[in-house]
């Protein structure tokens, strides 16, 4: 309940109305165009959840969390991110008819919305900013040259190694429309001499030679094994002698249930793959 709540309230847009100084319920639901009484049902589940402030006349205001996190003008703004878990919203709520066909369900009203890339890549963000330090301290890359970051995604591995190891150059591969994500992130991080964008499908194209390392983070788990096997194969012809393949991945053990983390993610990949 409290997931859809906050859902609703970002993508309607409260926390940047409230924030803009529509701070009772007849304003913001000017601003917003709701109806009143529902929207202050919402309102009162925000401030609820911790969410918004509400005095005594009934006048609501952003937390310092929601400012934080939920304002689009803040610094550590993340709605961006939790689009993307907007998007799954719509496609989770397939499951039960995925465990009837055994395909995802693509329709007009589960399909991604239209920003989809640009939270796809807000999320991987946020996830690549926590763990991409402790992925680039996992391996010694001391004397490693050429790196590929295969479906790089935002680019955050490929700056966090670059940033590690000042003579590593790095191959950001992905699908056009991610690039110029990447580029953006690429030149806020002053690495646009070192770092470098390949347009590419890794289910067709080649990767190219002789590089020392190859990164597949979050990549193998949207494919079949079939397609998996050959990326790998792909993979290890662009090594150069000695090179290696890194592989991040959630993995579950021998149970399949633990941990559940990772059990939870294959419920993902089948409602939003057709094989992962
Ligand atoms: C789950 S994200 C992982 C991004 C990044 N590697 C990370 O760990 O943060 C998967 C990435 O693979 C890219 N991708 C998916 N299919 C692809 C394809 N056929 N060819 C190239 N890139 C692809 C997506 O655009 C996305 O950037």
């Given at each position: ?62 937390t310092v969390e929601a400012w934080r996190f939920l304002v689009t003008d803040s610094a550590e703004c993340q709605t961006g991110a939790l689009r993307h ?50 992925v680039a301290r996992s391996i010694d890359l001391a004397d490693a040259e050429r790196m590929l970051d295969v479906g790089g995604g935002p680019a955050i591995y490929s700056i966090e190694f670059c ?114």
């Amino acid at each position: 309940m409290a997931s859809r709540v906050l859902l609703t309230g970002m993508e309607l847009g409260v926390f940047d109305a409230l924030d803009q100084g529509h701070d009772d319920v007849q304003a913001l639901c000017a601003a917003l165009r709701t109806d009143p009484r529902a929207t202050e049902r919402l309102l009162n589940a925000l401030a609820a959840m911790g969410l918004l402030t509400k005095d005594d006349d009934g006048r609501f205001g952003n937390t310092v969390e929601a400012w934080r996190f939920l304002v689009t003008d803040s610094a550590e703004c993340q709605t961006g991110a939790l689009r993307h878990y907007a998007n799954l919203w719509r496609s989770w709520s397939t499951l039960t008819e995925v465990l009837r066909t055994g395909a995802p369900v693509r329709r007009a009203d589960t399909s991604p919305q239209e920003d989809a890339t640009a939270s796809f890549m807000a999320a991987m963000e946020y996830f690549a900013r926590q763990r991409a330090p402790e992925v680039a301290r996992s391996i010694d890359l001391a004397d490693a040259e050429r790196m590929l970051d295969v479906g790089g995604g935002p680019a955050i591995y490929s700056i966090e190694f670059c940033r590690r190891y000042p003579n590593l150059r790095a191959t950001v591969f992905d699908l056009p429309a991610v690039l110029p994500i990447a580029r953006e992130h690429i030149e806020d991080a002053r690495l646009s001499d070192r770092i470098e964008l390949q347009s590419g499908d890794y289910c067709v194209d080649e990767f190219g030679a002789g590089y020392d390392l190859v990164l597949l983070s979050s990549i193998l788990h949207s494919n079949s094994e079939e397609q998996n096997r050959e990326l790998l194969t792909k993979a290890f012809r662009a090594l150069g002698p000695g090179g290696a393949v890194l592989i991040q991945e959630f993995v579950v053990d021998d149970s399949r249930t633990d941990p559940p983390g990772a059990a939870l993610f294959g419920i993902n990949m089948l409602v939003n793959t057709p094989l992962g």
